[in-house]
């Protein structure tokens, strides 16, 4: 597969896969606790070893996303941040390093702002694409459009109930890689991944070959080794934002160092997907 079709995560993704290891994608919102505190946190979570970051806009009705997630989004919006401050976050942390950047947003801010002027204001910044989890592609096409003018990632989920014949037609849509959740409910650390993701790996792998993330409930190094070694990339959230809400930039740091390791430790074969 092109690097093109890979998109720039995908490509960072398979730079890992490639050396033998899993990828790590870490999340943290925007604006939390503070529009600085934030930037601090991501540029921590880069120097802790992501190999993609993945940055949430705040949003007021967040369905998808647990407790954690959902009250840092909170803070942030009660302070004051908007989209114009998203962008402006993606822009310093590209210049800081050349990590891709994604942006995890439910679709009716990109809406608000103007799709193609949101994809055109992302692309000048630095951003690699889109993970839009509240947007099917069926439904999706002044995205797609957007995306694929601006040369941007096009990252859509699959879930256990997906049916083969969905899986195929979201992976198709896609650039960059595939999202796949890995429980049915809402985002949060557990105690443990769902013993679905791996069966759900398995038939996205059957479709495309991009390659394919989990996410949903993974919380420590030893978590992200167990995913990495039937999955491309293991996805982190709920338990970096706990993180930078508990200990600051250094507790992120500490926790992504563990993850980073933690994909790193069960040896894989080049990727020939």
Known sequence: MSEVALGKAGAAIRKANDAGRGAFIGYL?????????ALDGLKALVDGGADVVELGLPYSDPVMD????QRATEIALAGGLRTRDVLSTVEKLAAYSDVPVLVMTYWNPVERYGVDRFAADFARVGGAGLIT???IPDE????????DKHDLDKVFLVSPSST???IAMTTAACRGF?????????TGARDKPSELAAP?????????GLPVGVGLGISNGDQAAGVTAF???AIVGAALVRALGDGGAAAVRTLAEDLSAGVRREPRKPADR
């Open 178 to 186: 595939v999202y796949a959740t890995a429980v049915m409910g809402v």
């Open 164 to 166: 083969d014949e969905r």
């Open 29 to 37: 919102p925007a604006g939390y606790p503070t529009y600085d505190g």
């Open 200 to 208: 759900l790996v398995a038939r996205t792998h059957a479709a495309t």
């Open 231 to 233: 999955a491309d990339a």
């Open 133 to 135: 989890p509240d947007l």
């Open 140 to 147: 999706g096409a002044e995205w797609i459009a957007a995306a």
């Open 66 to 69: 647990g407790v954690t997630i």
